[in-house]
């Protein structure tokens, strides 16, 4: 069964640093998602990406935040100068339409668990 | 504004007994439903969904959700719990006019007593 797959499974990070969570998506999917879900809080939307633009993007989703599709299979979310409270787990999804849209689903990968130190 | 809301933050039922984990949400429109499970340290695992038509959906390990209109709600059910259905469980919805993300529940912790 086709999967969203996710690299690293964890990621450990200075304060400041620059890093890249890395998703490929389902290979015909075309709409893709960042979530994160900071240790024992709820799942939360940052960001849907369609047709190579953001189509939608949450406050958290602020400009130390960006997501790229650099070439055809993978799905990127970068954060430019990492904080303390930005450890999470991040979560990569994907759909081949909007959510609901015709029975549509987003399906999930496992995750990056990412901490800042 | 649109939520979801979980007012059972942790659940604790015997093995064997049966179980639900409630699920409220706030928008006019009929929204798309869905119950993921997260296992410690582990992602989001669709349980099952809802976008129309029958009220009733089945979904995987034997469990099932009711879509109730007229309560804005979707509890998730199963008539025996195994100690394996220990886990996070998340109710979450996307609504028509915001497709492109999914809103998620604070979650129910749900433990299994022997």
């Known amino acids: 069964e086709p999967e969203v797959t996710q690299t690293p499974s964890h990621q450990v990070t200075q304060m400041g640093q620059e890093v890249i969570l890395r998703c490929v998506p389902i290979s015909n999917h075309l709409y893709f998602y960042w979530y994160r879900q900071i240790l024992g809080q709820k799942v939360e939307f940052l960001v849907s990406f369609y047709n190579n633009e953001i189509s939608e993007k949450s406050e958290i989703f602020d400009d130390q935040f960006s997501v790229e599709r650099p070439d055809g299979s993978n799905f990127t979310l970068k954060i430019r100068s990492t904080k303390l409270e930005d450890s999470a787990m991040y979560f990569c999804?994907?759909?081949?339409?909007?959510?609901?849209?015709?029975?549509?689903?987003?399906?999930f990968g496992q995750g990056t668990r990412l901490t800042v130190v | 504004a649109q939520s979801v809301t979980q007012p059972d933050i942790h659940i604790t039922v015997s093995e064997g007994a049966s179980l639900e984990l409630r699920c409220n949400y706030s928008y006019g429109a009929t929204p798309y439903l869905f119950w993921y499970v997260q296992s410690p340290g582990q992602g989001l695992q669709l349980l099952l969904k809802?976008?129309?038509?029958?009220?009733l959906v089945q979904g995987i390990k034997g469990f099932e959700a009711e879509f109730k209109r007229s309560q804005s709600s979707f509890n998730l059910r199963k008539p025996s719990v195994h100690w394996s259905d220990a886990a996070e469980y998340f109710c979450?919805?996307?609504?028509?006019?915001?497709?492109?993300?999914?809103?998620f529940g604070s979650g129910t912790r749900l433990s299994i007593r022997p």
């Open positions: 999804a994907s759909s081949e339409r909007e959510t609901g849209a015709y029975n549509t689903e987003a399906f």
């Open positions: 809802y976008f129309s038509g029958d009220t």
């Open positions: 979450a919805v996307a609504f028509y006019s915001s497709a492109s993300k999914i809103i």
